[in-house]
């Protein structure tokens, strides 16, 4: 029982900050996605095309804006690209022909407006380990679908431009995760941060092309920068 209690008393002294600051964070990650993709998918705008989906590498990049004490309370934006590939297999008219496309690489590019709540853990005088949970708003800002054609011909639309390569994006998502992220102090005011995230998404980026897309992850890598510091 006397060790329970010591546990008590001293436990939050560790492990919460000593200190309160405003810290601006640079930050990129990688985002990895588990589309389900609606294989092989038809399309009967008149034409009989079959196409297979495939994924392709996306990433985040973007800004935040930290409180921190005990807790962690802060605010970001983010660019973040949910793109995939297709692979055209026309069953009709003839494959062959160098005037159809067979390939397309849909890219979509999203503004992430986000919250973050999370509780500063200190390891060492250098090192602190956050624990940390997201909510995302994602706003669709750009997108480009780019095809090559039989003869190797690349070509350029935006969503809308042709049936053929319409893909139906959506345009707001909305999306939680949590996450456990390191901050290693480097020099002064500026520290290292490196840390997993695992997402939950509530609506899919394309009803056409993703049968499900619930679950993606990504490592985010940044620096972060102590703009106002006060001892306790």
Not at 91 to 107: G, M, R
Not at 171 to 181: E, H
């Amino acid at each position: 029982m006397k060790k329970i209690l010591l546990i008590l008393v001293f436990l939050p002294l560790v492990m919460s900050a000593q200190e309160n600051s405003i810290v601006v964070g640079v930050n990129y990650a990688p985002v990895f996605s588990n589309y389900q993709f609606n294989n092989p998918a038809i399309d009967n705008y008149g034409w009989l095309t079959q196409y297979e989906y495939k994924s392709k590498y996306n990433y985040s990049a973007g800004l935040s804006v930290e409180y921190q004490k005990k807790f962690l309370l802060g605010g970001g934006v983010a660019y973040t690209t949910k793109g995939y590939v297709l692979d055209y297999n026309f069953v009709v008219i003839d494959p062959n022909d160098p005037a159809l496309p067979q390939k397309a690489t849909v890219e979509a590019g999203y503004l992430d407006v986000l919250g973050i709540v999370g509780y500063p853990v200190k390891i060492s005088r250098n090192v602190l380990i956050i624990p940390n949970l997201n909510i995302i708003y994602s706003m669709l800002i750009n997108n480009k679908i780019t095809t090559l054609s039989g003869d190797n011909k690349k070509f350029i639309y935006h969503e809308g431009d042709g049936i053929l390569i319409k893909q139906d994006l959506k345009t707001n998502l909305f999306s939680t995760g949590v996450g456990v992220a390191a901050r290693i102090n480097l020099f002064n005011r500026v520290s290292l941060g490196l840390g997993p995230s695992l997402y939950y998404a509530f609506n899919k980026v394309s009803d056409k092309a993703i049968k499900k897309n619930k679950l993606f992850y990504g490592v985010k890598l940044g620096l972060y920068f102590k703009i106002s510091k006060n001892e306790d």
